[in-house]
C-alpha cells in the first residue's frame, strides 16, 4: 500500500532525480533546475504561504509528487510538479488519482475555490488525466495576475471545487 506523506526540504536531491529526468530525457522539455528555483526551496515555495508538496516513496525512493501553490488572497490554489515514475504510472496503482486527490480534498479543507494548472501540450496522458478529472482548459489571459507561470507552459487549465460547506 502507497501513503501520501508532506516532503519538504530535506527531500530536494530526491524531488530533483525524480523530476528533471522525467520533463528532460523521457519529454524532452528544455528545462532545468535553474528555471524551477521552487525545487531548491520547496518550504519557501510551497509550505509558506499555505500550500503543501507531497509525495509517495517506495523502499525510502520518491516515486510520485503534487503540490499545491497557495495563491494570496481568494485567488484559489496552483498544482505543480505532478509526476510519477514511468514504471509506477497507469490505472493498476492509480498514484496519479490518489495525488490528486489528496491535493483537492487539502485545497476544499482550507477553502479554496479554484484550482488551475499549467502543462506542456506534447504532454498529452496528462492532459487526458486532467481532463478526465473535470478541469476545463482556459485563455493564458484568464489566470490569476499572480499564476507563478513556467516558460515551457503553453496549456492551462481550472477547476472549481465544492464549496457548498460553507
Request: hydrophobic share 40%; charged share 20%.
Amino acid at each position: 500500500m502507497y501513503q501520501i506523506e508532506t516532503l519538504n526540504n530535506q527531500d530536494i536531491d530526491q524531488i530533483i532525480n525524480l523530476i528533471l529526468p522525467i520533463q528532460q530525457i523521457e519529454h524532452h522539455i528544455a528545462v532545468d533546475i535553474q528555471d524551477q528555483p521552487d525545487l531548491l526551496a520547496i518550504e519557501h515555495y510551497y509550505h509558506h504561504a499555505g500550500g503543501c508538496f507531497w509525495g509517495i516513496k517506495h523502499n525510502c525512493e520518491i516515486i510520485a509528487t503534487i503540490a499545491l501553490i497557495k495563491l494570496p488572497s481568494d485567488q484559489g490554489g496552483v498544482i505543480r510538479k505532478m509526476f510519477v515514475k514511468k514504471e509506477y504510472r497507469g490505472k493498476e496503482l492509480g498514484l496519479a488519482q490518489m495525488l490528486l486527490a489528496h491535493l483537492i480534498n487539502y485545497a476544499q479543507e482550507i477553502k479554496l475555490k479554484t484550482l488551475y494548472l499549467g502543462t506542456v501540450h506534447t504532454l498529452r496522458a496528462a492532459i487526458r488525466f486532467y481532463e478526465r478529472n473535470h478541469f476545463v482548459q482556459i485563455n493564458k489571459n484568464n489566470l490569476p495576475s499572480n499564476f507563478p507561470i513556467m516558460e515551457v507552459d503553453d496549456v492551462f487549465y481550472s477547476l472549481q471545487l465544492n464549496t457548498e460547506n460553507e
